[in-house]
């Protein structure tokens, strides 16, 4: 059965983080509470880890993750071209609820699905999942739910869609169910606003001054979400999270002008340097643990349709290799 480690307090949250980046190293899936729903995550350059998350959601490659990041220093890492309007977008909404969608460092040795050379990025606004994004790196997450079925708000009804196909479960208890994130296309010389979630279009205006913000049809946006909008985001308020629109942007973008990008995007690197510099990896990261001894919690085997409530286990101490300088909330 698939250790729950109960992350609510910060007295056993170490243990829990070092379980669940042992685990996502080692190309496992990791389900993780963030500032709206749960989520589910893998390493996004492990390839079984990404095939893996796409599979317990039962979604195909035309849908692929988003990427959950520590902070917005994460991104010249991870994209190229990114615009001086996406810049001041990430400084105003990050931690928040905003996906923007780069093109990605053609050099990184990754594979989300089919991206067509793009990639969203978010940094989400919960004090566990940046701890575990400090410690683990970048995390391609989708909400922990199959695909079609309502999101899980809590870990036991994540542990009822994948059962034992999760490595570790962290529970930080009942999540607030806010709205998605908004989704902004930034691969083109103005923003396209995928999506709308919890940042609003007059929120986005108010830093974009005189830059349009433009629909799917390159019309300027309204204030006032057309029908099929509306029904869009009640679909999305039940259904998905930050990461099942950014597909819509997964079309090439040739047509775009590159002038408007930054041009002091980061140069290529190595997937090891680009991961060491854009997350800082305290010694010991990688160390064996018995991620069973600490868990508070074991997810049924059964997955869908297991038997609640789940059984605490009593709690016995277990030698951790230290993490000296890791950063802290």
């Given at each position: 059965?698939?250790?729950?480690?109960?992350?609510?307090?910060?007295?056993?949250?170490?243990?829990?983080?070092?379980?669940?980046?042992?685990?996502?190293?080692?190309?496992?899936?990791?389900?993780?509470?963030?500032?709206?729903?749960?989520?589910v995550?893998?390493?996004?350059?492990?390839?079984d880890?990404?095939a893996?998350?796409?599979?317990?959601?039962?979604?195909?490659?035309?849908k692929?993750?988003a990427?959950?990041?520590?902070?917005?220093?994460?991104?010249d890492g991870?994209?190229m071209?990114?615009?001086?309007?996406?810049?001041?977008?990430?400084?105003?909404?990050?931690?928040?609820?905003?996906?923007?969608?780069?093109r990605?460092?053609?050099?990184l040795?990754?594979?989300?699905?089919?991206?067509?050379?793009?990639?969203?990025?978010?940094?989400?606004d919960?004090?566990i999942?940046?701890?575990?994004?400090?410690?683990?790196?970048?995390?391609?997450?989708?909400?922990?739910?199959?695909?079609?079925?309502?999101?899980?708000?809590?870990?036991?009804?994540?542990?009822?869609?994948?059962?034992?196909?999760?490595?570790?479960?962290?529970d930080?208890?009942?999540?607030?169910?806010?709205?998605?994130?908004?989704?902004?296309?930034?691969?083109?010389?103005?923003?396209?606003l995928?999506r709308?979630?919890?940042?609003?279009?007059?929120?986005?205006?108010e830093?974009?001054?005189?830059?349009?913000l433009?629909?799917?049809?390159?019309?300027?946006?309204?204030e006032?979400?057309?029908?099929d909008?509306?029904?869009?985001?009640?679909?999305?308020?039940?259904?998905?999270?930050?990461?099942?629109a950014?597909h819509?942007?997964?079309s090439?973008?040739?047509s775009?002008d590159e002038?408007?990008?930054?041009?002091?995007?980061?140069?290529?690197?190595?997937?090891?340097?680009?991961?060491?510099?854009a997350?800082?990896v305290?010694?010991?990261?990688?160390?064996?643990?018995?991620?069973?001894?600490?868990?508070?919690?074991?997810?049924?085997?059964?997955?869908?349709?297991?038997?609640?409530?789940?059984?605490?286990e009593?709690?016995?101490?277990?030698e951790?290799?230290?993490?000296?300088?890791?950063?802290?909330?």
């Amino acid at each position: 059965m698939s250790p729950v480690f109960d992350v609510s307090t910060s007295g056993d949250r170490a243990a829990a983080i070092e379980a669940a980046t042992v685990a996502i190293g080692e190309g496992k899936l990791v389900v993780l509470p963030t500032d709206t729903v749960y989520g589910v995550g893998a390493d996004p350059f492990n390839p079984d880890g990404v095939a893996g998350l796409l599979a317990a959601k039962g979604r195909g490659r035309e849908k692929p993750p988003a990427v959950l990041v520590p902070s917005a220093e994460t991104v010249d890492g991870l994209a190229m071209n990114v615009p001086s309007y996406a810049r001041r977008l990430m400084e105003r909404f990050w931690p928040g609820g905003l996906t923007l969608i780069f093109r990605a460092q053609p050099s990184l040795m990754w594979d989300l699905g089919d991206t067509n050379g793009t990639v969203g990025l978010r940094v989400p606004d919960d004090e566990i999942a940046l701890e575990l994004l400090r410690s683990s790196g970048p995390m391609a997450v989708s909400s922990a739910n199959r695909t079609g079925e309502e999101t899980a708000r809590t870990v036991t009804e994540a542990g009822f869609a994948f059962g034992p196909s999760v490595e570790v479960y962290l529970d930080g208890g009942e999540r607030s169910g806010a709205l998605a994130s908004t989704i902004i296309d930034c691969t083109k010389a103005d923003p396209v606003l995928l999506r709308r979630g919890g940042i609003t279009p007059e929120q986005l205006r108010e830093v974009l001054g005189p830059i349009d913000l433009l629909d799917s049809t390159g019309a300027p946006v309204s204030e006032t979400p057309r029908a099929d909008e509306e029904a869009a985001a009640e679909a999305d308020a039940s259904t998905s999270d930050e990461s099942d629109a950014t597909h819509a942007a997964q079309s090439p973008t040739d047509s775009r002008d590159e002038s408007a990008a930054d041009e002091s995007a980061a140069a290529p690197a190595t997937r090891a340097e680009r991961r060491t510099r854009a997350v800082p990896v305290a010694p010991g990261a990688g160390a064996d643990v018995d991620r069973s001894s600490d868990a508070t919690q074991a997810m049924p085997a059964g997955g869908v349709g297991a038997e609640p409530p789940f059984e605490r286990e009593p709690v016995r101490s277990a030698e951790l290799p230290g993490r000296p300088g890791r950063p802290t909330d």
